[in-house]
């Protein structure tokens, strides 16, 4: 069965810091995802994404958080310059479309711990 | 604004007992949607349940919504200790961007 991929599964980082989280979809959902997880707290959206355009993002999503689909296949999420509160999980997304009936399959994570 | 609250926040049940989580939301939704999350693990997704929708199963899963009163429960029967997760409503609001809004969840302990 198809799945979200993503890697690393864990990344350490110094404050200040840029990281790149990959993630590979689905090869035929066209909607692409990131959520982040605060240990213990709900998974919270960051931003959506589709046909090449971010389509939502919410407001924790600023401008140290960028989204890139460089290749046709990968899906990545860049922060710029890491902040201690950016320790998460990192869920990456995808679905086929975006309508009501749709559902989105999500990757394992990237545990992100910023020092 | 809060969406999607679960109750009970946590869930402690002898296997074999019926599990029932409830969860309300605020605003208007397309559908709403059932994830268990094993411990430090990803999402996994159990059942959708469309606006229109009142009652749906799955397997040992039982979703009913209630548009009206702005809630959902899950019904998981003949629980398994490997039912032990935590379990998250999220709802698809009105935008066509397909942005979930999670809750806070339930953690259910099934013991053997």
């Known amino acids: 069965e198809p799945e979200v991929t993503q890697t690393p599964s864990h990344q350490v980082t110094q404050m200040g810091q840029e990281v790149i989280l990959r993630c590979v979809p689905i090869s035929n959902h066209l909607y692409f995802y990131w959520y982040r997880q605060i240990l213990g707290q709900k998974v919270e959206f960051l931003v959506s994404?589709?046909?090449?355009?971010?389509?939502?993002k919410s407001e924790i999503f600023d401008d140290q958080f960028s989204v890139e689909r460089p290749d046709g296949s990968n899906f990545t999420l860049k922060i710029r310059s890491t902040k201690l509160e950016d320790s998460a999980m990192y869920f990456c997304?995808?679905?086929?479309?975006?309508?009501?009936?749709?559902?989105?399959?999500f990757g394992p994570g990237t545990r992100l711990l910023v020092l | 604004s809060q969406q999607g609250e679960e109750d009970p926040q946590a869930l402690s049940i002898q296997e074999g007992e019926n599990a029932t989580m409830n969860c309300s939301y605020k605003?208007?939704?397309?559908?709403l949607q059932w994830y268990r999350q094993n411990s430090g693990r990803g999402l996994v997704h159990l059942i959708l349940i469309r606006s229109n929708e009142r009652e749906k199963h799955s397997g040992r899963l039982r979703v009913t919504l209630d548009t009206s009163k702005k809630s959902s429960s899950l019904l998981i029967t003949a629980s398994r200790a490997a039912d032990t997760a935590s379990y998250f409503c999220a709802t698809l609001g009105s935008s066509n961007t397909g942005k979930l809004i999670f809750g806070q969840g339930t953690t259910l302990q099934v013991k053997p």
């Open positions: 605003t208007s939704i397309n559908n």
């Open positions: 994404f589709y046909n090449n355009e971010i389509s939502e």
């Open positions: 997304a995808s679905s086929r479309l975006a309508g009501v009936q749709e559902t989105q399959y």
